[in-house]
T-cell receptor
């Protein structure tokens, strides 16, 4: 089944403790992206990747890192999490960065930073 | 500033009633996407519109992109409790890279049985 898989789905942790949210897609998509969703602010893009080893900042990249060493994986790294990064995170992918295809979203990761 | 405005922010309708959700931009939309989200869950792709005047339907949901490609509407006919959720529109504002979408804040739909 074609899908975008995020792990973990839920995480409660403390300020400053490094964490990684994994994202994997099995559709051979070139483009991948991370969003965070907050009440009243909607979905905002954190980072995106056009292809392997090509990543770029979205609208709210501060406090986050990403890597794209393989086509299928696009982990989101919080080196020193802070409470303002408590949010619902989504990974998404699409076939190519160009043209008209929909983005496919993972089920989300709910992160709570205490 | 929010470049995609959705209205209304929330909507409560009686089962069986029709409803419309709007998504408006001050800029030309190069690809308009409608998604549905159950609370706290992932986004499910509904429809994509690309051309001015284009209209698509899936079951009881119809979406249209206006001729100027600055507004889209999502219409649900004879609403059912299964239609409840948050509807989001997403769009590419630049003709170059359509991978980077921006999203409206969503419209929360409740359907009363």
């Amino acid at each position: 089944e074609a899908q975008v898989t995020q792990n973990p789905r839920y995480l409660i942790t403390v300020t400053g403790k490094k964490l990684t949210v994994t994202c994997s897609q099995n559709m051979n998509h070139e483009y991948m992206s991370w969003y965070r969703q907050d009440p009243g602010l909607g979905l905002r893009q954190i980072y995106y990747s056009m292809n392997v080893e090509v990543t770029d900042k979205g609208d709210v990249p501060e406090g986050y890192k990403v890597s794209r060493k393989e086509k299928r994986n696009f982990p989101l790294i919080l080196e020193s999490p802070s409470p303002n990064q408590t949010s619902l995170y989504f990974c998404a992918s699409r076939l190519t960065p160009w043209g008209n295809q929909p983005q496919h979203f993972g089920d989300g990761t709910r992160l709570s930073i205490l | 500033s929010q470049e995609l405005e959705q209205s209304p922010q929330s909507l409560i309708v009686q089962e069986g009633k029709n409803l419309t959700i709007n998504c408006t931009s001050s800029k030309t939309l190069y690809g308009l996407y409608w998604y549905k989200q159950k609370y706290g869950e992932g986004l499910i792709f509904l429809m994509m519109l690309q051309k001015g005047g284009e209209e698509k339907s899936h079951e009881k949901i119809t979406a249209k992109l206006d001729e100027k490609k600055q507004q889209s509407s999502l219409h649900i006919t004879a609403s059912q409790p299964s239609h409840a959720g948050i509807y989001l529109c997403g769009a590419a504002l630049h003709g170059g890279s359509q991978g980077n979408l921006i999203f409206g804040k969503g419209t929360k739909l409740s359907v009363k049985p």
